[in-house]
């Protein structure tokens, strides 16, 4: 088992935002599991103990009753007293009006609200839950806060100091094949010189050094290359400010084996010294796979 198991307990007052920095860890690699009765809590920490393979897990708590939120506090301290766990709590709050209004505008029926007062739901959640906000490890009031706002503090709280957060998938493809429905960019190399004309390269992928150096060789190449990285270099941080936890970059020439496999490859590598960058070439292998099957 792991000696630094990471262990964030996600809690607060209903409405003020949990399903937003549930999805903020999901996105920082956490293992999430939304509102577990307390008592499954434990034959859940003894599959994890075993499994040894999870290391951050942020458990989402919902504290409706004043029994529930006993068993809470019981499990935490139970939790607390384990030594290869790091156990966090982090307590959302917003302001009374911005609950109700909340609530107002989801149609939704606040969970201890009598007789459909939102009001009064509220009011006794905040006395269920005084003593848990009192001991959280972090509060964040999302009263003025847009849920990307609140990603944002999620983030700067709790990501780890060599995770950035933010992932580019570098695709190469075949228009032949059809578009790549998820990508946010799409670029047209089909205008660069085409190995598939040459005899000894038809065979032969962009990853493979002669087609490589066939396809880098060309001046159309190099100027498109340097323009297209420049691009990419200055948007990306546009991106990361936006909060977007990855970006998809497509690159497509007809068959999805020469062009775009050589240009896919140089400008994922180039986007690694500054980014995590994960590089697949989609229907590299798509007519060798048409050849074995004729």
């Not at 004043?66 to 302001?95: G, H, P, Y």
Request: hydrophobic share 40%; with cysteine; aromatic share 8%.
């Amino acid at each position: 088992m792991s000696d630094n198991l990471d262990l964030v307990v996600i809690t607060g007052m209903s409405g003020a935002g949990k399903t937003v920095a549930v999805q903020s860890f999901e996105d920082l690699g956490y293992f999430c599991i939304d509102n577990m009765p307390p008592n499954l809590i434990p034959k859940f920490w003894e599959l994890i103990k075993e499994s040894g393979k999870i290391t951050k897990i942020a458990l989402v708590v919902d504290l409706r009753s004043r029994a529930f939120f006993e068993e809470i506090q019981a499990m935490l301290a139970e939790i607390e007293n384990t030594a290869f766990v790091n156990t966090r709590v982090l307590f959302l709050d917003a302001s009374d009006s911005e609950l109700v209004s909340r609530y107002k505008e989801t149609r939704r029926t606040h969970p201890l609200a009598m007789d459909g007062l939102i009001t009064e739901g509220i009011r006794k959640e905040r006395a269920i839950l005084e003593e848990l906000k009192a001991d959280a490890s972090f509060v964040i009031d999302t009263t003025q806060l847009s849920p990307r706002q609140l990603r944002e503090k999620i983030n700067e709280e709790f990501r780890s100091s060599n995770d950035t957060g933010f992932r580019i998938e570098m695709v190469s493809f075949g228009f032949k094949y059809g578009l790549p429905i998820d990508a946010d960019i799409v670029m047209d190399v089909r205008f660069l010189p085409n190995p598939h004309y040459i005899d000894e390269l038809r065979p032969l992928s962009g990853l493979e050094k002669p087609v490589y150096d066939y396809v880098m060789g060309s001046s159309a190449t190099e100027g498109f290359y340097q323009q297209f990285l420049t691009l990419l270099q200055t948007i990306m941080p546009g991106y990361v400010d936006e909060g977007k936890n990855n970006v998809m970059i497509a690159i497509g020439c007809t068959g999805g084996q020469h062009r775009s496999v050589a240009l896919s490859q140089r400008v994922g590598e180039a986007l690694s010294e500054n980014y995590k960058v994960n590089i697949t070439h989609r229907d590299k292998d798509k007519r060798k796979e048409t050849v074995n099957r004729s």
